[in-house]
């Protein structure tokens, strides 16, 4: 079984500081992980994705899989990444690929 | 092709109703989803289609629910004798696949589903 576990509803930062929203993950193989995020009003979209390693918006997220965990962070926050973030894996299932959305987090970054 | 596009965009039914959503998927992509979600909760798989073939289905997928990809483009989505609890957005995502790989899922807007 895969799980994907978000522990914030809601995450409230002041423009200018640091961001960190959590994701743990449970999967016994070699996971793949996403970020998605849904702005106001705006479909949900693709973020990052682990194995590209990069850096996209400002934010970036390791894989530790030693702590089971993808946090996504951003060393300054903007008003404009306030949004709602979900953490995603995708794994094998009964021989298919499945994806796994967490709970979502809601950012609110205050001016 | 401006994407992954949803019809209805909101669909307003009575108990016992039968309700039928589509999706049409960006054109050149092979695999296309579906997902539902309830307020509160990211989207929860559903099933899922390689070209023409369902692949997967959820065990949240009752026997009303039922998934077509005819041509392996657009799909359908039907649920049979709608319940209460069947209200959520329901979004369809397509993805172009290679070797297995899981690439990025590009979403439509949802169809938000109310049951009277």
């Known amino acids: 079984a895969q799980r994907v576990t978000q522990p914030e509803k809601l995450l409230s930062v002041f423009k200018g500081a640091p961001v960190e929203l959590k994701c743990n993950y449970s999967?016994?193989?070699?996971?793949?992980l996403f970020w998605y995020v849904q702005y106001s009003r705006q479909r949900l979209q693709l973020l990052l994705r682990?194995?590209s390693r990069e850096s996209i918006k400002g934010f970036t997220a390791d894989l530790n899989k030693g702590e089971t965990s993808f946090h996504l962070k951003k060393p300054f926050a903007q008003e404009e990444d306030s949004a709602m973030y979900y953490c995603?894996?995708?794994?094998?299932?009964?021989?298919?690929?499945?994806?796994?959305f967490g709970t979502g987090t809601k950012l609110q970054v205050i001016p | 092709d401006t994407g992954v596009s949803q019809d209805p965009r909101h669909k307003i039914t009575k108990r016992g109703q039968n309700v039928t959503f589509r999706c049409d998927p960006i054109s050149e992509h092979n695999r296309l989803y579906w997902y539902r979600q309830t307020l509160g909760q990211g989207p929860e798989f559903l099933t899922y289609f390689q070209n023409e073939a369902q692949l997967e289905k959820s065990r949240l997928l009752s026997d009303r629910f039922s998934a077509e990809r005819p041509k392996g483009s657009f799909s359908t989505l039907e649920i049979q004798r709608t319940e209460q609890g069947d209200s959520a957005m329901y979004l369809c995502?397509?993805?172009?696949?290679?070797?297995?790989?899981?690439?990025?899922?590009?979403f439509g807007p949802g169809t938000r589903l109310l049951v009277l």
């Open positions: 682990h194995i």
């Open positions: 995603a894996l995708s794994g094998r299932s009964g021989g298919y690929q499945k994806v796994t």
């Open positions: 999967y016994s193989g070699s996971p793949e």
């Open positions: 995502a397509s993805s172009l696949s290679d070797r297995g790989i899981l690439e990025t899922q590009y």
